[in-house]
């Protein structure tokens, strides 16, 4: 449970300090107009669709022997973490994200949606919008990187706050941004029959429906010019691009080359396929997050510009039932104590190496973990920043 009224709970900058400067970035924390950014780049990797102790990171269960052999033993692994229990708190996947990403539960309004998924609408900042605040960032390189079939999640590149907002948005990479790319050129372009030209007319106005921001054709130049790259490799070469969570990687991996963000963070998704039935959907999917994650980390390795100067936060957005009984099993709506269970890993620059913190720790201490990481304050978030990764 999180103390909302605990001191405590704050960011606590003198003891936070320590892992400011073990990053060699000193202790300063920002006031007055944007600087030049310093700091390491941080990668966040939803280890998403809800996952369990049991399949991640417990030696005798685990799908993903990559995560738990190899990465924890190059950082901190938090075995311990929770989703709180508090009233109205739901363990899934938009709600946890939007945990990390605000250092806050219940930071978000549920709007009507027309569509089967309603749209959680975040009421705090998030850490992209911390981040471009605090320093001199652009767009592009403070990046969410989205599943194809959640359009939602297309909307958390910035919160409802009178202070942050739409100026310090991140941008987005998803099917669904490029799907109003292409379709937006053709069009333009009257580049086709005029049957065709309707279809896409059609499939245009279905993915700007979803946009209830409007906004959703609009990306910036460096974005727009990342996109036809993508087109030119995919469209025009003949490659098919692959799809699900090795989407994700493809696209995360394209921005490290060419976008270079300092902030970016992968949703991976797949084991919630586990909500059709097959509990093998849901054991795959985890095994291939495992794979992905290792080609993630190899592409930052290889790379001189990031090797050394990347952490990774390694989180999942829920956990899920361990209820035998379920006709269909591995659920995550009941509110069950398993659904709330997860756990997290952080390993990259002055984290500590092969260390298990076995705490209490919350979900929402990532937020002001990050902006300890990248020296700035997450001052909605109401945990404090994991201080124990440094010493
Ligand atoms: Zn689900």
Redesign the pocket.
Known sequence: MVDRKNPKARLDRRQFSGGLAALGLGAALPSGPARAYQGPNVIIVRFG??VRRAETIEPQTTFAPYLLNELSARGVLIPNMTISALEGVET??AEGTLNILTGRYLAYKKLPSPFAQQHLEPQAPTLFEYFRKAFDIPAHQALLINGEDRPQEEFFTYGVHAHYGLAFRSESLSLYRFKLYKLRRQLAANDGSDEELALAKKEFDKLMSRDYRGLGARQSPEIEAFWGRWQAHYGRSGFVNPRGDRLLTELALRALDELRPRLMMVNYQDP?Y??WGNASHYTRAIAIIDAELKRLVDHVDADPRLAGNTVFVVVPD?GRDANPMMEVPF???FNTKVAHQIWALLFGPGIVRGRVLDKPKDQTAIAATVGGLMGFRAGGAETGAITELFA
């Open positions: 669709g809800g899934s996947h919630d586990v909500h829920c659920q995550h709506h």
